[in-house]
């Protein structure tokens, strides 16, 4: 494989990369980048909001599917909405689904 920046999540979208090649990708990059390189984020093409959900456990197939289609704007727990570009979220399951909580509700 060759060190270059790529869209992981975009060839998702597009379907031209499987969810399990998208794994061994990002697998591949934090094994071989160095500190001599870009942020893994830029490497990969991430978005903060994108890598937070990612260190939060969402799979790569759920966040490609928010890039496309929108994120999820409303917390499960308590029903308010949730700024995805302001933060103070993490991803959980929820209903089968990968969803989006507040870590501190307002209420
Ligand atoms: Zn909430």
């Known amino acids: 494989m060759k ?7 975009g060839d998702l979208v597009l ?10 990708i990002y697998d591949w990059y934090m094994d071989n980048l160095t500190s001599d390189d870009p942020p893994v984020t830029e490497m990969l ?13 969402a799979e790569f197939q ?4 928010w890039r496309a289609h929108g994120w999820p704007n409303r917390c499960f727990i308590c029903g308010q909405p949730i ?25």
């Not at 379907?15 to 061994?24: D, H, S, V």
Request: charged share 30%; with cysteine; proline share 3%.
């Open 3 to 9: 060190k270059e920046a790529r869209d992981l999540l």
């Open 15 to 24: 379907g031209r990369i499987t969810p399990e090649e998208a794994e061994a």
């Open 62 to 65: 759920d966040i490609a599917n």
């Open 83 to 107: 700024n995805v570009e302001k933060f103070g979220w993490f991803t959980r399951e929820h209903e089968g689904r990968m969803q989006l909580r507040h870590i501190t509700c307002p209420k």
């Open 45 to 57: 093409g991430f978005s903060k909001i994108e890598w937070t959900a990612h260190a939060h456990g």
